[in-house]
C-alpha cells in the first residue's frame, strides 16, 4: 500500500495523497488543510482544552498519520501556546520520502514557514518509539494497525483513518470501544465521518454527540465528549 500514492492538490491550494488502489485521498479535497484545522484542531484540540485547561500535559492519539499534517499543525499549536502535549499516532503504510518532502503545507500559511524543519522530522524520526520532538511536543509514532496497538490514556481523539466503505474494519464497533476505554474523563472525540451507524456505535459506547458543523463541503463531522 502507498506504492502508487500520488500528490494532489485540493481546493485550498494545499496538498493531500491519492492512493489510486483504494480510489481515495487522504483528506477532502474541498482543502486539506482547512479540514484538518476544522476538525481536528477547532473542534477537536482547542474545544476540549478550554473545557480542561488545568489538566496538563494534553494527551493525543490519533489514528492515521498520513500526511503529518493534523501532528504538524498540533505540534503548531502546543508551541504556540506553550502547552505540552503527548502525542501517539499509528500508521501501518508510512509514506516515502519523495512524497512528504513535497507536501506544501508551510506554503499556506507564510508565518508558518520556520516550522518546515519541524514538518519534516516529524516524517523522518525513527517509527516505533516516542522522544520531544520540541519543548512542548513529545511524540510516538508506531508502524502498527489499530486491532493491534496498545492505547494509552488519552484526552483527544483525531480519528482520521480511511472512510468505511474503504476500511470498514477500522470502524468496527469492537475497535472503537477499544478507543473509547483509553479516553479519560471529558475526552472527546472528534473525526470527519458523520455516518449514522458511527454515531450510534459512539452513543451505544457511552459517548454524549453533539451538533458540529463539517468543514468546507461537508454539512457535518462527529464530535463525541465522555462523561466525567
Known amino acids: 500500500m502507498n506504492k502508487d500514492a500520488k500528490i ?5 491550494g494545499s496538498h493531500s495523497v ?18 484538518s484545522i476544522h476538525i481536528f484542531l477547532l473542534y477537536g484540540l482547542e474545544a476540549w ?16 498519520f498520513g500526511t503529518g499534517l493534523n501532528a504538524w499543525l498540533t505540534l503548531i499549536w502546543a508551541e504556540q501556546n506553550q502547552v505540552p502535549v503527548l ?7 508510512p509514506l516515502e520520502k519523495e512524497i512528504f518532502s513535497k507536501l506544501n503545507y508551510i506554503e499556506i500559511d507564510e508565518t508558518l514557514t520556520h516550522y518546515n524543519p519541524q514538518f519534516q522530522r516529524l516524517h523522518t524520526m525513527e517509527w516505533n518509539t516516542g522522544k520531544p520532538l520540541t519543548e512542548y511536543f513529545n511524540i510516538k509514532k508506531e508502524t502498527v494497525k489499530l486491532e493491534d496497538a496498545m492505547l494509552y490514556s488519552t484526552d483527544i481523539v483525531y480519528f482520521d483513518a480511511f472512510s468505511p466503505k474503504k476500511q470498514p474494519e477500522l470502524w468496527d464497533k469492537d475497535l472503537l470501544a477499544k478507543v473509547v476505554a483509553s479516553m ?13 451507524k458511527l454515531k450510534k456505535n459512539l452513543q451505544e459506547l457511552g459517548l454524549s454527540l453533539d451538533e458540529v458543523p463539517g468543514p468546507p463541503g461537508k454539512k457535518e463531522m462527529t464530535r463525541g465528549w465522555k462523561s466525567s
Not at 18 to 35: F, T, V
Not at 184 to 196: E, K, L, M, Q, S
Request: charged residues 20%; glycine residues 6%; hydrophobic residues 35%.
Open 8 to 12: 494532489i492538490v485540493t481546493e485550498d
Open 87 to 93: 502525542y501517539h499516532t499509528i500508521e501501518p503504510f
Open 18 to 35: 491519492y492512493l489510486p488502489e483504494i480510489n481515495e485521498s487522504y483528506h477532502s479535497s474541498h482543502g486539506a488543510y482547512r479540514e
Open 49 to 64: 482544552f478550554a473545557r480542561n485547561r488545568g489538566k496538563l500535559p494534553v494527551r493525543i492519539f490519533e489514528v492515521g
Open 184 to 196: 479519560n474523563p471529558n475526552g472527546v472525540f472528534v473525526t470527519y465521518c458523520a455516518a449514522a
